[in-house]
């Protein structure tokens, strides 16, 4: 059984390019992200989870926080180096060291770097610690499956559709979602999806 012995929850990892730094979330860092929970509240159409105000932000903080104590997830906070602010987050989650997996989600952005090259160098960044660092063979993404933009997004860095799975998850509205599956494996970022993003 393989088993990852370079990833260290306990560790503070820095990702960063001329684009975007990424590191770990704090407690701190509710100021800088509770502004979008005002002025871009359709951020969480599609979320497992309904952020509606400044409590409900702090939960979502401290839940990513916890889950890296606990260790089964990492979490970044995203930082636009052109803008010089602070524009969202994203993680690393159902980490498996003994499998060598993980998935990557639990993303949103600011509306403002959407459509701007953020993602890209953010996933850049993410992938090549990944498969390179960490030693990683598989990173999965899943997203509402009506969420089309997000789809897209995935597909334009490189993912591989895998499937559906019906009627998946419960939404904050009552309503079920189906969930689609993609995935990026180490062999794919080595031979094509490292110089497609680069």
């Known amino acids: 059984m393989l088993a990852l012995q370079n990833f ?61 104590n606990q260790k089964t997830a990492y979490p970044f906070i995203v930082f636009d180096q052109l803008s010089q602010t602070y524009v969202g987050v994203t993680r690393f989650y159902d980490i498996q060291l003994a499998f060598g997996t993980t998935q990557l989600g639990y993303t949103w952005y600011s509306k403002k770097v959407w459509g701007t090259g953020l993602n890209q160098a953010c996933k850049f960044l993410l992938l090549e610690f990944a498969f390179e660092k960490m030693g990683f063979e598989r990173v999965e993404f899943r997203a509402d499956n009506n969420n089309k933009r997000s789809i897209a997004a995935m597909q334009k860095i490189g993912c591989t559709v895998e499937g559906v799975l019906r009627n998946h998850l419960p939404m904050p509205n009552g309503k079920r979602r189906d969930s689609i599956v993609l995935s990026i494996l180490k062999e794919e970022w080595e031979t094509r999806v490292k110089s497609l993003l680069r």
């Open 8 to 68: 260290d929850f306990n560790q503070d990892y820095s990702l960063e390019n001329e684009r975007v730094l990424l590191r770990p979330l704090a407690v701190s860092d509710l100021p800088y992200l509770e502004k979008y929970v005002l002025e871009e509240p359709d951020l969480w159409q599609f979320s497992l989870v309904a952020i509606q105000d400044k409590a409900d932000l702090e939960k979502y903080i401290h839940d990513a926080i916890e889950a890296r």
